[in-house]
């Protein structure tokens, strides 16, 4: 079956953004899906608008194949979770191994809704930027879990998704790789200055890797990231 629809979990965020370019390269109609979950920081809502207005004014390949966005209010995570994203904490890591930013099967969650408006869409493949090599080990971030959700969702809906995950075994750095090859610099150029990473919400200090607080493992990650790039690394093996 080829493949010509899509809708991408879109974040704001350098992963989403990066996953945006590659379903926009791939496919003759994308969507984007966002969830407002209450978080501390509307900045990442108003990175995605921002984000989704840049891609549509820089790229005028992508423009018409760039449809409509979708954003769900989740207020009801807030009810059932309680972290450094939905409440005035600080963010730390737990004695799990995972930050206390972790909303249990968050994502399964995230990807329930996405299938059922990709079914409403008529859309075939759901993008995430999910990534087993990412500092965090959400375990629902897993390959497994991806692969799982996909049985799940085609079954239980009667309707065959493929669920992709283009970073799922890359780095950071490589990440910044992808954009590179989807977008060239300008792609690059649009990551660094418009999308947001940062825990606490910083758009006030910038660095070559963007706007962030620079303390935070968001930022943390990111920086290494960016580091690694520019360094210009061989490329990892991949799988
Ligand atoms: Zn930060």
Not at 139 to 144: A, E, I, N
Not at 215 to 239: D, H, N, S, T, V
């Amino acid at each position: 079956m080829h493949h010509q629809t899509a809708l991408v979990l879109f974040s704001g965020g350098q992963d989403s953004t990066t996953c945006l370019a590659h379903a926009l390269q791939s496919y003759a109609r994308v969507e984007t899906i966002g969830f407002d979950y209450h978080q501390r920081h509307r900045v990442e809502l108003e990175a995605r608008l921002k984000v989704l207005n840049e891609i549509r004014r820089q790229f005028p390949q992508w423009e018409g194949k760039l449809g409509q966005d979708h954003t769900l209010d989740l207020a009801v995570l807030g009810a059932v979770s309680e972290t450094s994203l939905t409440r005035e904490t600080a963010f730390r890591m737990e004695a799990s191994g995972l930050p206390n930013t972790f909303v249990p099967g968050r994502n399964l969650l995230f990807l329930t809704l996405a299938a059922t408006v990709a079914y409403r869409r008529d859309l075939q493949v759901i993008v995430t930027g999910v990534c087993e090599t990412d500092f965090s080990g959400y375990p629902d971030c897993r390959d497994d879990t991806m692969k799982a959700m996909q049985l799940a969702l085609s079954l239980g809906m009667d309707k065959r998704y493929l669920i992709e995950t283009p970073l799922m075994w890359i780095d950071k750095a490589e990440t910044w790789r992808l954009a590179e090859r989807l977008g060239g610099a300008s792609l690059v150029d649009l990551i660094v200055e418009h999308t947001h990473t940062c825990y606490l919400g910083d758009r006030t200090h910038r660095h070559a890797w963007g706007y962030g607080c620079a303390q935070c493992p968001a930022c943390e990650l990111r920086a290494r990231g960016w580091e690694g790039y520019r360094a210009g690394f061989a490329p990892k093996q991949i799988g």
